[in-house]
């Protein structure tokens, strides 16, 4: 099984912090990276797309370091309503029918 | 706007009992999927469908059988429970190659 390891957690933070998670990734040929976030007994939902050297939505920020083999999500100005698991994904074949999801890390933002 | 429709969203079955997961998208998508998401374990594909008309199993399909029924359908059944597969199931579909997925709201079923 291709791996994608992160950091279980919980980070617990208060409103207003920035927050960094890691994720390393065992496939090297790996090329599209997603962070997906999910709600406690809610289903996935895509947060972010990772292409090439990262991006930036708004206070979220993904960067990739492809020599490392980890992709990494910024959270700026932490809202409670940040407090969510947060899944890091990178396909799983060299076709990239498929995905593989990490376990997630916890994040829990404190008034 | 529904996107992915899973039903049911809740089921207990007993030992030996059979069932049908069922899911439905209206996106369009070429790519269906079946996963199974457990405390500790992460969320673990079973089957998919890279398009209409082809299956392929994923890590964990052990147990389970798939049909795509049409483009926008992909139904996964337990043909004889078991304990072991209580989990929480998603469905999820996406455009293809490189695309994220959207998920449904899950299934949580329950084997006594």
């Known amino acids: 099984r291709k791996e994608v390891e992160q950091d279980p957690g919980p980070f617990n933070v208060p409103e207003g912090a920035t927050v960094a998670f890691n994720c390393t990734y065992s496939?090297?040929?790996?090329?599209?990276f997603f962070w997906y976030r999910q709600d406690c007994r809610k289903e996935p939902k895509l947060l972010m797309s990772?292409?090439?050297s990262g991006n930036e939505d708004g206070r979220f920020t993904a960067q990739l370091n492809r020599a490392s083999q980890y992709i990494s999500l910024l959270i700026r100005d932490s809202k409670l309503s940040d407090s969510a698991t947060y899944l890091c994904?990178?396909?799983?074949?060299?076709?990239?029918?498929?995905?593989?999801f990490g376990k997630g890390t916890m994040l829990l933002v404190s008034p | 706007n529904a996107g992915v429709t899973q039903t049911p969203k809740f089921q207990v079955l007993k030992t030996g009992q059979s069932m049908t997961l069922q899911c439905a998208q209206d996106?369009?998508?070429?790519?269906m999927y079946w996963y199974r998401q457990d405390p500790g374990m992460g969320l673990r594909l079973i089957y998919y469908?890279?398009?209409?008309?082809?299956?392929d199993k994923g890590e964990v399909p052990n147990g389970y059988n798939v049909s795509r029924l049409n483009k926008r359908e992909f139904s996964l059944r337990l043909e004889s429970a078991a304990p072991s597969q209580t989990s929480v199931y998603f469905c999820?579909?996406?455009?293809?190659?490189?695309?994220?997925?959207?998920f449904g709201s899950g299934t949580r079923l329950t084997v006594v």
């Open positions: 994904v990178v396909p799983w074949d060299s076709g990239y029918s498929t995905l593989t």
């Open positions: 496939n090297s040929a790996s090329q599209s």
């Open positions: 469908s890279a398009s209409e008309g082809t299956t």
């Open positions: 996106m369009n998508h070429n790519s």
């Open positions: 990772v292409y090439s």
């Open positions: 999820a579909s996406s455009a293809g190659t490189g695309s994220g997925y959207t």
